[in-house]
């Protein structure tokens, strides 16, 4: 519904300058015009956006009624005001206004979706990112999945890109078998540290180490104390 009014809007808005009589008039109005565009074209790209995020599954029903009906009603309003040529700022305002809102909440179930997708990826490839063979793939997933975790994607492609790498980083983890054991990332992160100890080499440990050719990758660091007297 929304994209036949622009759709209507678009075809009458050339015709719509030609017959505005009054110069200062006419003047004023084709700004708003001009104006008008640049909100419409916003528009239709965030609607094809939440069109892309319905059909990927992501962030799905976001959009609420209420802010529908917002842009519902801007959308109308712009458009009989543009047929009988009376369309000012304060129409155009209100469209901006309406489609500011649905960006934001669509930015903000976005953020939620994300980090609930790949926050347990990213944690992971950071504590392992030192045993990891290919470190600047890591690197560069890591400095992909943090950025679009706090931005919003822009196009459909976009979104793709995300899932892969989503998908990508679950399998470098996997393929260390990260969580077989829960003293395995405790373990870990105490080497990422610089804390872990010999006692920390436990059984299962020394196993998961073996298994996955790390036993060459880790130092333990020795730490002396000074005794006084």
């Not at 609420?64 to 700022?89: F, N």
């Not at 405790?186 to 006692?199: E, L, M, S, Y």
């Not at 920390?200 to 298994?211: A, S």
Request: net charge neutral.
């Amino acid at each position: 519904m929304i994209l036949k009014t622009l759709q209507s809007v678009n075809s009458v808005i050339m015709d719509s300058v030609n017959h505005t009589i009054d110069k200062q008039a006419a003047k004023n109005f084709k700004n708003q015009i001009l104006s008008l565009n640049v909100s419409i074209t916003q528009l239709e790209q965030l609607l094809n956006l939440i069109q892309a995020f319905s059909e990927k599954n992501f962030a799905t029903g976001v959009v609420s009624r209420e802010i529908r009906d917002s842009l519902q009603t801007a959308v109308d309003s712009c458009g009989q005001k543009t047929y009988d040529h009376s369309l000012d700022v304060n129409t155009v305002t209100a469209l901006k206004n309406a489609i500011e809102l649905c960006r934001n909440s669509l930015a903000n179930a976005w953020r939620e979706e994300a980090n609930e997708r790949c926050s347990s990826v990213i944690e992971s490839l950071a504590s392992l990112k030192g045993l990891l063979g290919n470190k600047r793939e890591v690197e560069e997933l890591l400095t992909s999945l943090t950025s679009a975790k706090i931005n919003m994607p822009t196009s459909s492609k976009a979104l793709d890109t995300f899932s892969a790498d989503v998908e990508r980083g679950r399998r470098i983890v996997d393929g260390l078998d990260f969580t077989s054991n829960p003293e395995i990332k405790p373990f870990i992160d105490k080497v990422r540290r610089q804390r872990a100890t010999v006692g920390d080499l436990t059984p299962p440990v020394l196993e998961w180490l073996n298994k996955n050719h790390l036993t060459d990758k880790i130092m333990l660091r020795f730490q002396t104390y000074g005794t006084s007297g």
